[in-house]
Structure formats: structure tokens, C-alpha cells
């Protein structure tokens, strides 16, 4: 497991998996980008996505998709150094009330958004990309793909602590 870093001032990176040639943000976008692949999953969860969003043409699903895929990938390219990204990503559990050590977050383009990026928060403003997923049920314990997301969490967060890596200061002294 290696870390790309997302933007130059190290506040954003993405995992890269062992084996994997693109890292986590690489492939979702990917992912988000290929019109076969969405019209599969959206094929595979059209129950999902009718009983959630009351949404039943696959091809208005594919084509909002790839909108907010693209408003995501606007956000990550303008990450400006005065943005604080925990505007960005927030609790994974939304009834989380306090910081926790590396914490898990997640982040979506804007509030009706299905699409989720999933990370592990640092520091304050310092977050690192481990997944995401096409969310279309109330809870992540729902379907097994978000299920793989929360268990893509859980060993980077488990790695990170193996290596000692604790914060921002540990995980450049990893790197």
C-alpha cells in the first residue's frame, strides 16, 4: 500500500492498493467516467435507485452521474490553499460528535449527490482517499459495495496504525 499525494501541499492523497496502477481516486473517476460500466451498476441496483431516488431511466442516472462526477473532479482540481477540506469530507457516522483518531469521513459533491468519497482524516484538513462508491441506500451496511468500502477504510486505517502512523507528522515521516 503506497500513498499518492492529491494535491502539492500534502492535504489530499489517495491510496494506491498493492497491485493496483491507478489509486483510489483514479479509479472511482475512472468509474464514473465509463458509460458501460454505470449502466451495469446501475442495472444491478435499479431497485436501489428507484425506491431511494425514484429515479427509473438508467440513461438520466448514467447522465447525472457523470455531472457530478465532473462538479467532483472541479472541487478536487481547485482545492485552493485557504480551502479547508473539512468542508469537504465529514463524519462517516453522522452521529459522530467528536475527533477521533484517524477518523473516518466522507465526502460528496453536493447534498443529493449518490456519489461518496470515502477517506481517512489525519489532521484537521488533511485527509486520505481510500475509496468510493455509488451510495443509493440509507446505510453502507446495505449493499456489499459499500460494504468493500467500509472495509477499504478499515485496513488503510489499520495499515496506517501498524506503521505508527498517527497524524499529519507521522505520515510524512512514513512517507
Given at each position: 500500500?503506497?500513498?499518492?499525494?492529491?494535491?502539492?501541499?500534502?492535504?489530499?492523497?489517495?491510496?494506491?492498493?498493492?497491485?493496483?496502477?491507478?489509486?483510489?481516486?483514479?479509479?472511482?473517476?475512472?468509474?464514473?467516467?465509463?458509460?458501460?460500466?454505470?449502466?451495469?451498476?446501475?442495472?444491478?441496483?435499479?431497485?436501489?435507485?428507484?425506491?431511494?431516488?425514484?429515479?427509473?431511466?438508467?440513461?438520466?442516472?448514467?447522465?447525472?452521474?457523470?455531472?457530478?462526477?465532473?462538479?467532483?473532479?472541479?472541487?478536487?482540481?481547485?482545492?485552493?490553499?485557504?480551502?479547508?477540506?473539512?468542508?469537504?469530507?465529514?463524519?462517516?457516522?453522522?452521529?459522530?460528535?467528536?475527533?477521533?483518531?484517524?477518523?473516518?469521513?466522507?465526502?460528496?459533491?453536493?447534498?443529493?449527490?449518490?456519489?461518496?468519497?470515502?477517506?481517512?482524516?489525519?489532521?484537521?484538513?488533511?485527509?486520505?482517499?481510500?475509496?468510493?462508491?455509488?451510495?443509493?441506500?440509507r446505510t453502507m451496511q446495505?449493499?456489499?459495495?459499500?460494504?468493500?468500502?467500509?472495509?477499504?477504510?478499515?485496513?488503510?486505517?489499520?495499515?496506517?496504525?501498524?506503521?505508527?502512523?498517527?497524524?499529519?507528522?507521522?505520515?510524512?515521516?512514513?512517507?
Amino acid at each position: 500500500m503506497t500513498f499518492d499525494k492529491i494535491i502539492d501541499d500534502g492535504r489530499l492523497w489517495a491510496v494506491r492498493y498493492d497491485n493496483d496502477k491507478d489509486n483510489a481516486l483514479q479509479k472511482v473517476m475512472l468509474q464514473w467516467s465509463d458509460a458501460q460500466w454505470l449502466a451495469e451498476f446501475f442495472m444491478q441496483n435499479l431497485d436501489d435507485l428507484i425506491s431511494y431516488f425514484k429515479i427509473t431511466n438508467i440513461e438520466d442516472a448514467i447522465y447525472q452521474t457523470m455531472e457530478d462526477r465532473d462538479e467532483l473532479a472541479c472541487i478536487i482540481m481547485d482545492i485552493s490553499p485557504d480551502a479547508n477540506l473539512d468542508h469537504f469530507f465529514r463524519p462517516l457516522n453522522n452521529s459522530r460528535t467528536s475527533e477521533m483518531l484517524l477518523g473516518k469521513e466522507k465526502g460528496k459533491p453536493h447534498r443529493r449527490s449518490w456519489l461518496r468519497l470515502y477517506a481517512i482524516k489525519l489532521n484537521v484538513g488533511i485527509y486520505i482517499i481510500t475509496g468510493g462508491a455509488i451510495k443509493l441506500t440509507r446505510t453502507m451496511q446495505e449493499r456489499e459495495h459499500t460494504l468493500q468500502e467500509l472495509s477499504k477504510m478499515e485496513k488503510v486505517r489499520n495499515f496506517l496504525i501498524s506503521e505508527g502512523v498517527f497524524d499529519e507528522d507521522s505520515f510524512n515521516e512514513f512517507q
